[in-house]
Antibody, heavy 121, light 111 residues
Framework: EVQLVESGGGLVQPGGSLRLSCAAS????????MSWVRQAPGKGLECVSA???????YYGDSVQGRFIISRQNSKNTLYLQMDGLRPEDTAVYYC???????????????WGQGTLVTVSS | QSALTQPPSVSGSPGQSVTISCTGT?????????VSWYQQPPGTAPKLIIY???TRPSGVPERFSGSKSGNTASLTISGLQTEDEADYYC???????????FGGGTRVTVL
């Protein structure tokens, strides 16, 4: 059974940093396209970063230069390092398998439960 | 403002059919059959219900169906059930954004 479990969210001051983790089970992270999708309170979905099975990384304009996506194969875990956080980064962050560039489905086929990041002074 | 346009809400009675539209441009829906739909009940994570315009993942009921014509994709829920109350989002691959784009979401209410 595929499972994704996020952790690492919390309250942080503007300009601060957080590292989100996504522990995967039931499949191998490094064999798959993986993404981070966020949802601001009461708003829609936005994919902010992705990493291909080959290790290519992608970022949205809103987080380019501030966020870094990575993975640790030995732990089958995906990460999102978030620096220079802004109030507009406040959102639930979901880890998802796949992405709209993933030729398997061109979709996000499994999602974690999400972790809330709040950026406020 | 979302890149794909969805109606904010639709509603129907149990057993009826409802259709949600998702309008894009010649950079996304107009040239790619890479449309996906997600169901998000209140307080939960999104769930994939349709990919590549009309393919249902295993376990998704047949009453959910997808289609596309030109720059507009559609999700139809036939035989509406109370558990179908949720927000629904469309998504698509696009030439202008490597990560793809989503619609703003549609709230489905079962009367």
């Amino acid at each position: 059974e595929v499972q994704l479990v996020e952790s690492g969210g919390g309250l942080v001051q503007p300009g601060g940093s957080l590292r989100l983790s996504c522990a995967a089970s039931g499949f191998t992270v490094s064999d798959n396209y993986m993404s981070w999708v966020r949802q601001a309170p009461g708003k829609g979905l936005e994919c902010v970063s992705a990493i291909s099975g080959g290790g290519n990384t992608y970022y949205g304009d809103s987080v380019q230069g501030r966020f870094i996506i990575s993975r640790q194969n030995s732990k089958n875990t995906l990460y999102l390092q978030m620096d220079g956080l802004r109030p507009e980064d406040t959102a639930v962050y979901y880890c998802a398998r796949g992405g709209m560039m993933d030729s398997r489905t061109y979709a996000f086929d499994y999602w974690g439960q999400g972790t809330l990041v709040t950026v406020s002074s | 403002q979302s890149a794909l346009t969805q109606p904010p809400s639709v509603s129907g009675s149990p057993g009826q059919s409802v259709t949600i539209s998702c309008t894009g441009t010649s950079s996304d829906l107009g040239i790619y059959n890479r449309v996906s739909w997600y169901q998000q009940p209140p307080g939960t994570a999104p769930k994939l219900i349709i990919y590549e315009v009309s393919t249902r993942p295993s376990g998704v009921p047949e009453r959910f169906s997808g289609s596309k014509s030109g720059n507009t994709a559609s999700l139809t829920i036939s035989g509406l059930q109370t558990e179908d109350e949720a927000d629904y989002y469309c998504g698509s691959y696009t030439r202008s954004n490597t990560l793809g784009v989503f619609g703003g979401g549609t709230r489905v209410t079962v009367l």
